[in-house]
């Protein structure tokens, strides 16, 4: 049998053979002994350790700490604590270290500790604070640390120092990520990022605050207008070329700027920069705005607007279909409505269809225009339901014309319904047709679905199939504002397209230019060469329809033959011939 080990000999294997660095002090304070865990955790062999003040091992800021710490022990009280450890190279090593008495009665004649490595915690604890205050794609400051850096700055600002914040935004990022993919849209993300680098100062703060939206925080500016050299510093390097996916491409910005005021906290010179990006945007692309006080009132009013449009949108698809008279009475004093533009016949100037468009008359403000109303819609996800609205106005418009006609030949036999993109997007159009259809038992083949050439292109391998079944059930669809998109004639060629709409950009060259008609011209052949009818768009005098019926162009739409208006309106005017004539229309239109 082999003899036990002593309690000596068990300690010291324990001692040495600890995971953790392990290490003695005695009663002054100095290493005695070291195990090896301890001697790699410092990077020094152990007799270059013994001897050595515990303290003279750690950090220089931790070592005041760290010997009161040891004096503490040594005069009797247990401690634990978190410093720092040196290596002979400058490295630092994190311990947590726990100390302990040894004594005998009568006091401590030495000390025990155990340095656990926590390193690897705080390597973590940094990749999640780079997480949490830096945009992972470009490596700028997020919006929290965006809006750190503008509370420091607005607490140590002096009442005469000067701050600024610019916000930008990409103008018309979603097109490069739809038509070069979303690697290209990064890539030129990364690129505004690196421009804003090089053209703002070391001590600026420079963030990507989502998708294509930045700012930067200029902190110490001296004047106004030295913010104003900033801006132009900023466009100038972001507008420069950019080759993405073999096309070269100039990028945009919009800007707002807002100026401290020397009150406003970090949350509202952010929100101030905001409202000036908004209004920038609102002047279109490479649009710059500095906050003014009354932007601040405008938003709010828009908030409100906006909570009206959508009360405005819930009693309009709450209506009962059942009730009412189906659309020939008076337009409303207060909520949604469509109006009816004629398509005519351009030789025998007949109506023959008509164009359904959205109106709203708000309780206190009156009409407003569906420039200001649709886009809101668009921003606050109320468009498909704009939709659906719509095509069960125009579904129930005919039901309501077939049912004046008292058996007669109906006035208008096809009503066409715009179409918003993120209707398509929604995925609810095929449906949304269906239901509104069959609700006014209405033919398939008197609706026509309008949609933009963008939007019919934006995701063509999306769109088509729910553009063949409309049309599978007989359903038209039309390309509006023809020619001033992005269209493909291959693309063209594949989708089920029934009528082409030329744009009123290319009617008005009709009369306005020598040889104006060079590309009306070509768009009509283009529409007989492929089966398709045509439908120019915003015709307003003679001549243009004298030019129109010239080119063999069979339909036409526009102001000289009947502005917008109610559905009963439009039925009155077309009197017991259907010939469309001028009308006086209500001014909502």
Request: glycine fraction near 10%; aromatic fraction near 4%; include cysteine.
């Given at each position: 049998?082999?003899?036990?080990?002593?309690?000596?000999?068990?300690?010291?294997?324990?001692?040495?053979?600890?995971?953790?660095?392990?290490?003695?002090?005695?009663?002054?304070?100095?290493?005695?002994?070291?195990?090896?865990?301890?001697?790699?955790?410092?990077?020094?062999?152990?007799?270059?350790?013994?001897?050595?003040?515990?303290?003279?091992?750690?950090?220089?800021?931790?070592?005041?700490?760290?010997?009161?710490?040891?004096?503490?022990?040594?005069?009797?009280?247990?401690?634990?604590?978190?410093?720092?450890?040196?290596?002979?190279?400058?490295?630092?090593?994190?311990?947590?270290?726990?100390?302990?008495?040894?004594?005998?009665?009568?006091?401590?004649?030495?000390?025990?500790?155990?340095?656990?490595?926590?390193?690897?915690?705080?390597?973590?604890?940094?990749?999640?604070?780079?997480?949490?205050?830096?945009?992972?794609?470009?490596?700028?400051?997020?919006?929290?640390?965006?809006?750190?850096?503008?509370?420091?700055?607005?607490?140590?600002?002096?009442?005469?120092?000067?701050?600024?914040?610019?916000?930008?935004?990409?103008?018309?990022?979603?097109?490069?990520?739809?038509?070069?993919?979303?690697?290209?849209?990064?890539?030129?993300?990364?690129?505004?990022?690196?421009?804003?680098?090089?053209?703002?100062?070391?001590?600026?703060?420079?963030?990507?605050?989502?998708?294509?939206?930045?700012?930067?925080?200029?902190?110490?500016?001296?004047?106004?207008?030295?913010?104003?050299?900033?801006?132009?510093?900023?466009?100038?390097?972001?507008?420069?070329?950019?080759?993405?996916?073999?096309?070269?491409?100039?990028?945009?910005?919009?800007?707002?700027?807002?100026?401290?005021?020397?009150?406003?906290?970090?949350?509202?010179?952010?929100?101030?920069?905001?409202?000036?990006?908004?209004?920038?945007?609102?002047?279109?692309?490479?649009?710059?705005?500095?906050?003014?006080?009354?932007?601040?009132?405008?938003?709010?009013?828009?908030?409100?607007?906006?909570?009206?449009?959508?009360?405005?949108?819930?009693?309009?698809?709450?209506?009962?279909?059942?009730?009412?008279?189906?659309?020939?009475?008076?337009?409303?004093?207060?909520?949604?409505?469509?109006?009816?533009?004629?398509?005519?016949?351009?030789?025998?100037?007949?109506?023959?269809?008509?164009?359904?468009?959205?109106?709203?008359?708000?309780?206190?403000?009156?009409?407003?225009?569906?420039?200001?109303?649709?886009?809101?819609?668009?921003?606050?996800?109320?468009?498909?339901?704009?939709?659906?609205?719509?095509?069960?106005?125009?579904?129930?418009?005919?039901?309501?014309?077939?049912?004046?006609?008292?058996?007669?030949?109906?006035?208008?036999?096809?009503?066409?319904?715009?179409?918003?993109?993120?209707?398509?997007?929604?995925?609810?159009?095929?449906?949304?047709?269906?239901?509104?259809?069959?609700?006014?038992?209405?033919?398939?083949?008197?609706?026509?679905?309008?949609?933009?050439?963008?939007?019919?292109?934006?995701?063509?391998?999306?769109?088509?199939?729910?553009?063949?079944?409309?049309?599978?059930?007989?359903?038209?669809?039309?390309?509006?504002?023809?020619?001033?998109?992005?269209?493909?004639?291959?693309?063209?060629?594949?989708?089920?397209?029934?009528?082409?709409?030329?744009?009123?950009?290319?009617?008005?060259?009709?009369?306005?230019?020598?040889?104006?008609?060079?590309?009306?011209?070509?768009?009509?052949?283009?529409?007989?060469?492929?089966?398709?009818?045509?439908?120019?768009?915003?015709?307003?005098?003679?001549?243009?329809?004298?030019?129109?019926?010239?080119?063999?162009?069979?339909?036409?739409?526009?102001?000289?033959?009947?502005?917008?208006?109610?559905?009963?309106?439009?039925?009155?005017?077309?009197?017991?011939?259907?010939?469309?004539?001028?009308?006086?229309v209500c001014a909502a239109a």
């Amino acid at each position: 049998m082999s003899p036990s080990p002593s309690d000596g000999a068990l300690t010291r294997a324990l001692f040495e053979s600890h995971p953790d660095p392990s290490f003695t002090l005695d009663r002054g304070g100095a290493v005695t002994a070291v195990n090896g865990a301890f001697a790699a955790f410092v990077g020094q062999p152990a007799e270059a350790v013994v001897g050595r003040p515990l303290a003279a091992l750690v950090a220089e800021p931790e070592r005041a700490a760290a010997q009161a710490a040891v004096d503490g022990v040594l005069a009797g009280v247990a401690h634990a604590w978190q410093t720092e450890f040196v290596g002979p190279h400058g490295t630092a090593s994190l311990a947590y270290v726990t100390l302990v008495p040894l004594g005998v009665e009568g006091g401590a004649v030495a000390a025990q500790g155990v340095a656990r490595d926590v390193t690897v915690y705080r390597v973590i604890e940094e990749q999640l604070q780079e997480r949490v205050f830096t945009d992972p794609l470009t490596g700028l400051a997020n919006r929290t640390q965006l809006l750190e850096a503008a509370d420091r700055a607005v607490r140590r600002a002096r009442p005469d120092g000067h701050l600024a914040l610019l916000q930008l935004d990409v103008d018309d990022f979603r097109l490069v990520n739809d038509g070069f993919g979303q690697q290209a849209g990064d890539r030129l993300l990364v690129s505004v990022a690196e421009r804003l680098r090089r053209a703002t100062r070391g001590i600026d703060t420079v963030a990507r605050l989502e998708s294509d939206a930045f700012a930067v925080l200029l902190d110490g500016a001296p004047q106004r207008d030295d913010v104003h050299l900033v801006v132009a510093r900023v466009r100038e390097a972001l507008g420069a070329p950019l080759t993405l996916a073999s096309h070269v491409v100039r990028p945009s910005v919009s800007i707002g700027v807002a100026h401290w005021d020397g009150g406003a906290s970090a949350v509202e010179l952010l929100r101030e920069g905001g409202l000036a990006l908004a209004e920038a945007q609102a002047r279109g692309k490479g649009g710059l705005a500095v906050y003014e006080s009354a932007m601040h009132a405008a938003a709010r009013a828009r908030v409100e607007l906006a909570a009206d449009l959508r009360e405005a949108l819930r009693r309009a698809l709450a209506d009962d279909p059942a009730e009412g008279d189906g659309g020939l009475g008076a337009p409303p004093a207060d909520g949604l409505w469509a109006a009816y533009q004629p398509i005519v016949d351009l030789a025998g100037r007949r109506v023959v269809k008509a164009e359904a468009l959205v109106r709203w008359a708000h309780p206190a403000r009156g009409p407003i225009s569906p420039a200001e109303f649709v886009p809101m819609a668009e921003e606050q996800g109320l468009v498909a339901d704009l939709g659906r609205f719509m095509l069960r106005s125009a579904c129930r418009q005919l039901r309501a014309w077939d049912a004046a006609a008292a058996g007669r030949t109906a006035a208008v036999g096809n009503v066409a319904v715009n179409v918003s993109g993120h209707h398509l997007e929604q995925g609810t159009l095929v449906h949304d047709v269906h239901a509104a259809l069959a609700e006014a038992g209405v033919a398939p083949e008197r609706l026509t679905i309008e949609l933009t050439e963008s939007v019919a292109m934006r995701d063509p391998e999306r769109v088509l199939p729910m553009l063949h079944e409309l049309a599978a059930v007989g359903v038209r669809l039309a390309i509006d504002d023809f020619g001033t998109g992005y269209s493909s004639l291959a693309y063209l060629h594949r989708f089920p397209v029934h009528v082409l709409k030329i744009d009123k950009s290319f009617v008005d060259r009709l009369t306005e230019e020598p040889r104006g008609d060079v590309l009306a011209r070509a768009m009509v052949g283009l529409a007989d060469a492929l089966g398709l009818q045509t439908v120019a768009e915003g015709v307003e005098t003679e001549a243009q329809h004298a030019q129109l019926l010239a080119l063999g162009c069979p339909l036409g739409q526009g102001w000289l033959y009947g502005r917008p208006s109610p559905g009963a309106l439009l039925l009155r005017a077309l009197g017991g011939g259907g010939t469309a004539a001028h009308a006086t229309v209500c001014a909502a239109a």
